[in-house]
């Protein structure tokens, strides 16, 4: 298979750790039972179901939300985003993490369904961690200066420095972590075992929950298998990007990766 170069979308494989450290609008109007329409109650999953909606149409969803801001706005290496982007954010609980240093702040839009979703999960005996949630574009700048000055240290010059740098770390504002709508997930006893964010993640029951129900909660594969060659990013089975449900429920079903479904679908 032709090598190709490739951007990390979150935490490279060995580097993860180093890069991976690290009410909603639609909350209060129903509560959705949990598996088959989940929204997050803020308590608990009971209470009434309500049916999907049925207008899950063929329909592109609004080109609204493509643009900077919107779920569906893409973040890569050629769509940055802005340097002032400040997303609103509010926080998920901090045992939901897997350890409590983490900044526990994410997308307001997108915060509850991410608890109600670790909230099921774990209810379902699947322990589920937050590797990595929000990063702040400060952080995400230090990261990568610190990358860049270590290249620098061992004399490469300013532009290859950088690119070195970044092929370890997403450059500020290309991670969507930056946005606050990406999180890393595995379970917590993997990620003892493993101590790396690997591939190796899929073979694991809580993979099997994240595939069965993450798009019930609005978040999809962001990085899938036999997807690299769009997205340009190696699979990453740990890392989940809230679109809301509908557009999650639509990509899922079809196989379609960011990428495609922005449009170009
Ligand atoms: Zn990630």
């Not at 979308?9 to 109007?29: D, E, K, N, W």
């Not at 409590?100 to 915060?111: E, G, I, P, T, V």
């Not at 990085?223 to 449900?245: A, D, M």
């Amino acid at each position: 298979m032709a090598k190709r170069t490739l951007r990390p979308g979150c935490c490279g494989f060995l580097a993860a750790i180093a890069v991976c450290v690290v009410g909603g609008l639609v909350f209060a109007y129903a509560i959705f039972n949990k598996h088959n329409a989940a929204v997050p109650s803020g308590t608990d999953t009971g209470g009434t179901s309500r049916p999907v909606s049925s207008a899950v149409s063929k329909a592109l969803a609004p080109a609204s939300e493509m643009k900077t801001g919107g779920l569906l706005m893409l973040i890569n290496a050629q769509s940055p985003l802005p340097s002032d982007y400040t997303p609103a954010l509010s926080t998920v609980d901090k045992s939901y993490y897997l350890s409590s240093d983490k900044d526990n702040h994410f997308d307001a839009r997108a915060a509850p369904y991410l608890s109600q979703m670790i909230h099921d999960a774990r209810a379902d005996g699947v322990q589920l961690v937050i590797v990595s949630g929000y990063r702040s574009m400060a952080y995400q700048t230090d990261n990568f200066d610190r990358k860049v000055s270590q290249y620098r240290a061992q004399g490469y010059g300013p532009s290859t420095a950088s690119s070195k740098a970044a092929t370890l770390v997403a450059p500020p504002g290309t991670s969507e972590h930056e946005s606050g709508l990406a999180t890393d997930i595995v379970s917590s006893d993997w990620y003892k075992k493993n101590t790396d964010l690997t591939a190796a993640f899929d073979q694991t029951e809580a993979f099997a929950w994240m595939e069965k129900h993450a798009a019930d909660y609005g978040f999809i594969l962001r990085y899938p298998k036999g997807k690299t060659n769009i997205t340009g990013i190696e699979y990453e089975p740990w890392h989940w990007r809230y679109v809301g449900k509908e557009n999650a429920l639509k990509m899922t079903g079809a196989g379609l990766c960011l990428e495609e479904y922005d449009g170009k679908a």
